[in-house]
Nanobody, 124 residues
């Protein structure tokens, strides 16, 4: 089992920045691929970013590429999502997820463990 706890969400004006963090406990964090997903009201959960277990490979949704940066610190069992140039369309609940094969996966059903989510609201 892996427990994931997100933090760092909040209310920010358009053009601002936020850093989300996800703290993991339980099984060896360094063996997991990690991802961030988001879900806005009335919409399906969508992929945001992912990072492989060693941090070598990162992938981003086109909608956030160039604005968001995913990173991980295996010594601290954390994964972060730095979000710059935020837009109202980024408003959603953001979820951290862990994938047992260590890959940077795109699809939500490839992930084995999920956090409870943290709300990000971007005002115009």
């Amino acid at each position: 089992q892996v427990q994931l706890v997100e933090s760092g969400g909040g209310l920010v004006q358009a053009g601002g920045s936020l850093r989300l963090s996800c703290a993991a406990s339980g099984r060896t964090f360094s063996g997991f691929g990690m991802g961030w997903f988001r879900q806005a009201p009335g919409k399906e959960r969508e992929f945001v970013a992912a990072i492989s277990r060693g941090g070598v490979h990162t992938y981003y949704a086109d909608s956030v590429k160039g604005r968001f940066t995913i990173s991980r610190d295996n010594s601290k069992n954390t994964v972060s999502l730095l979000m710059d140039s935020l837009e109202p369309a980024d408003t959603a609940v953001y979820y951290c997820a862990a994938e047992g094969r260590g890959d940077a996966a795109f699809l939500w059903d490839e992930y084995d463990y999920w956090g409870q989510g943290t709300q990000v609201t971007v005002s115009s």
